[in-house]
């Protein structure tokens, strides 16, 4: 056989092995020791010497060979060389098949990068010295387009990003498992991972080569396959490990604490006020709960329902108005329709007599006859239900004698400020929240402001025009605000800010965090709002919320601000780790309706009494709260049932599936069901009473 006609069969070799591959792959060996192979494997008498070197030693075919010579492609977990084809010929044989030894007795360490279409010379030609020419061949191949790169990377740079993704994605499939990748497919599919469902067919895609590559045996079986399955998963699948997901993953993978696992994911993609819909648990989770909770007898349990009056016993009322809480049958008439709808201002009651609440407890309620309270709108995070168990004499899950449990309001941040904050990025957590937003409907507001709060220690400097406080003295960095966004001894942190002039019909909102109580300093905070920058039109002001203690007060400004203007909402002294009000503006007084109840009005009580957990002279397991059933309020949303905190410790064990039991679980409705305003005893708080007995007063209630 001519060398011309081995030569064309490897030409067809190549083309018939690449036709359905994208890639070609490099194997590392010494390309000096690939070429001496080459011309020593040659049988004895076919590669003898021509002139100074043997007969198929040329420049042209050495370099063709250690360009491409050690070029594969891999089908299936299985090398094929450009070698790898029979020509039965005695003299080229023998040197193909060392050639395709030699080379797959090496590993896979590269992707092939070729900027040039044509590899080796067709053929040229040399001038004798009889004058007459000689034609020379050799080896050469085109190849096809998509295998020559034509970009302005590097050869070395490509090489470099395979190569990684290549690592990545065997290191992914060596140590994530399949159990951890079926657990967090469970997670996306109940919706209870964050961002879960973007890597829901990534994660699908994944599984798939995870399952073939565990059928591997050999190491080098896994390293080809690494090497083939990569540059056909891309980056996304191929550098798993290295995102988001991939780290949780891997951490469900080395037995890492799920909810442990969950949290460092969110740490990395939610937001800092992500709060997670649903409670972190799988299926092997809940067959095991489910058992637990049948073989203990805490079946019957988990059905809840609102409690009524006819559920507690007279020994856990601490007050009841025996006609609020009948029901009544047919409407008022029109005037007294009417009267619901005027407001009173709370400032009415500023003066009142103020009573602790132990001696509200122990003095005032024994001779009441009727009680009403004052519902204003801080206390919307206050509203409460209590919830029986729906089967009377099912056996109790709580830590206490009874079945019953409470829910507050899900509502907290029920309020177009702090829902915007939330749209924006920022907290609403933390023990101290100042927000602030403007440019209302029917209070246009363009101009630039923001919010401040000056600390203990800040040296501003406060002049006045015109009874209007006028300055750009913001003294020292004691303070948070727009130009010092961090205060880092405290923590406090403007995490939201807007710098636009507001076109109609857009909403800013600013807010700034204090996130713990210890790194306050004791003194006097200051919230002030300033109008940095008037712009026409401007025909209103803004609104505000300062959030502390569990409380959140609102307010409006309907007047616009001047140019350069600022106005004190309010001063706030810090003792003992609790906050007192010094001065504050009036607060935001429109009603707002808070389960079928309307704020700033008396609403009459129905019942009092202590949290269940202080039920029948229990010295009580947690906090002691007071709950204020109230008249016709009717809770329209969807309560948990309970809350893990309640539940007793041989139940802790399976805390995430009774987090979404309790959550999942249908509080079915009743009539007159007990619901109302509620207070922690240990929680800074106040209630403005009108007790009725054999006088009527008004009083404070201090929590």
């Not at 690449?18 to 792959?25: E, G």
């Not at 502390?548 to 616009?560: A, K, L, S, T």
């Amino acid at each position: 056989m001519e060398f011309t006609e081995m030569r064309n069969k490897l030409m067809e070799n190549f083309n018939e092995m690449t036709k359905d591959v994208d890639h070609l792959f490099e194997v590392a060996v010494n390309k000096d020791e690939l070429w001496n192979l080459y011309l020593d494997s040659f049988p004895a008498g076919t590669n003898e010497i021509y002139r100074e070197r043997r007969w198929h030693d040329c420049s042209c075919c050495r370099q063709f060979i250690k360009t491409i010579g050690n070029v594969v492609v891999i089908k299936n977990g299985e090398i094929i060389t450009i070698w790898d084809f029979r020509t039965d010929d005695s003299t080229y044989q023998p040197v193909l098949d060392a050639l395709s030894s030699f080379i797959k007795s090496h590993a896979v360490s590269n992707i092939f990068v070729s900027k040039f279409k044509k590899i080796g010379t067709l053929q040229n030609y040399e001038e004798l010295e009889n004058g007459k020419v000689q034609e020379w061949t050799h080896f050469y191949l085109e190849l096809p387009d998509k295998f020559v790169d034509r970009s302005s990377r590097s050869e070395g740079d490509i090489k470099g990003s395979f190569r990684d993704t290549r690592n990545v994605f065997k290191r992914s499939l060596d140590e994530i498992t399949m159990d951890s990748i079926d657990t967090i497919l469970e997670l996306i599919n109940s919706n209870t991972l964050y961002k879960g469902e973007e890597w829901k067919g990534v994660l699908g895609e994944f599984k798939k080569y995870k399952k073939e590559y565990d059928k591997l045996i050999s190491d080098v079986e896994r390293d080809n396959y690494a090497w083939e399955q990569s540059v056909k998963a891309g980056i996304a699948i191929g550098r798993i490990r290295n995102h988001s997901i991939g780290t949780l993953l891997v951490n469900v993978s080395e037995e890492m604490d799920l909810d442990t696992a969950v949290k460092k994911y969110e740490q990395i993609v939610a937001p800092a006020n992500y709060k997670r819909p649903k409670a972190i648990y799988t299926k092997r989770m809940l067959e095991d709960a489910k058992k637990t909770i049948t073989e203990l007898g805490y079946l019957d349990s988990l059905q809840r329902r609102f409690a009524n009056l006819d559920d507690i016993t007279v020994n856990n009322i601490l007050f009841s108005n025996r006609d609020a809480a009948k029901r009544i049958v047919g409407a008022d008439d029109i005037f007294g329709e009417m009267e619901k709808d005027v407001a009173v201002n709370p400032r009415k009651f500023s003066k009142v007599d103020e009573i602790p609440v132990k001696d509200f407890i122990e003095n005032i309620l024994p001779t009441a006859k009727d009680i009403e309270i004052y519902l204003e709108n801080k206390h919307t995070s206050n509203m409460v239900s209590l919830i029986a168990p729906k089967i009377k004499n099912s056996k109790t899950m709580f830590k206490w004698n009874n079945g019953f449990s409470w829910a507050y309001s899900g509502n907290i941040t029920d309020s177009d400020i702090t829902q915007r904050v939330q749209n924006a990025g920022g907290r609403i957590d933390g023990v101290l929240r100042f927000s602030h937003s403007w440019n209302y409907e029917g209070m246009r507001n363009g101009s630039l402001m923001d919010l401040h709060v000056f600390m203990p220690g800040s040296n501003q400097k406060v002049e006045y025009k015109n009874g209007k406080e006028i300055h750009d003295n913001y003294g020292n960095n004691e303070r948070v605000g727009w130009n010092h966004r961090q205060h880092l001894p405290s923590g406090g942190v403007q995490d939201v800010d807007y710098v636009n002039v507001a076109p109609v019909g857009y909403i800013p909102v600013e807010n700034t965090t204090f996130p713990s109580i210890e790194k306050l300093k004791e003194g006097i905070y200051t919230f002030k709002i300033h109008n940095w920058n008037f712009r026409n039109p401007t025909t209103g002001g803004f609104k505000a919320e300062i959030a502390f203690d569990g409380q959140v007060y609102r307010f409006i400004r309907r007047e616009p601000l001047q140019h350069k203007e600022w106005i004190t909402l309010a001063k706030l002294e810090l003792k003992n780790g609790h906050f007192e009000i010094i001065e504050m503006m009036e607060n935001d007084t429109t009603p707002i309706e808070i389960w079928g109840l309307k704020t700033n009005q008396f609403i009459p009580v129905s019942a009092i009494s202590y949290s269940p957990n202080y039920f029948d002279e229990q010295d009580g397991i947690g906090h002691r709260h007071l709950f204020f059933f109230l008249k016709d309020c009717v809770n329209a949303e969807e309560p948990n049932g309970y809350y893990n905190e309640f539940l007793k410790n041989e139940l802790a064990e399976h805390k995430r599936v009774f987090e979404a039991l309790g959550a999942k679980c249908h509080v079915e409705n009743t009539e007159d069901q007990l619901s109302g305003i509620g207070f922690s005893m240990t929680k800074r708080a106040e209630l403005i009473v009108k007790v009725k007995g054999a006088t009527e007063r008004i009083m404070k209630v201090k929590f």
